[in-house]
């Protein structure tokens, strides 16, 4: 069983489109651009800056799908971020600029408890 796709002259590790397209089998299905795109940013996070303009220009056939794909990115790296912590980073960095990029927000914003309500803790 091949590890790699080529796509349009690129390989891709099979894991990270599996990822992103949730799906385990991804043998015979036709991958979108913009999915090549995500794999390439999110395998080789220095190309980000270079992507950056396409990934804004490109059509998203399916922008709910296309989020979730980024969530996925997000929980996978914070779910094996023990095993190298700089390539996790670096993959959820990449999902979280574009997701802000393309949606203006994070669906899994990292809030911080707020002190402004009045519900304060007060020891005794």
């Keep these: 069983m091949p590890h790699h796709i080529n796509l349009n002259g ?4 099979k894991n990270t489109l599996q990822l992103l397209l949730g799906k385990h089998n991804i043998e015979h299905e036709t ?25 804004y220009h ?12 980024l969530l996925r990115v997000q929980i996978d790296a914070e779910l094996h971020m023990s095993e190298d912590i700089q390539k996790y980073q670096q993959r959820k960095y990449v999902a979280q600029v574009i997701e802000r990029v393309v949606y203006g927000n994070l669906m899994l914003e990292e809030h911080t408890p707020s002190t402004d309500d009045g519900d304060e803790y007060i020891a005794e």
């Design 10 to 13: 690129k390989s891709y590790h």
């Design 31 to 55: 991958i979108q651009a913009e999915y090549q795109i995500l794999a390439e940013a999110v395998e080789h996070p220095f190309h980000l800056p270079y992507l950056i303009e396409q990934i």
């Design 58 to 69: 490109k059509e998203i056939s399916d922008e709910d799908t296309y989020r979730l794909a």
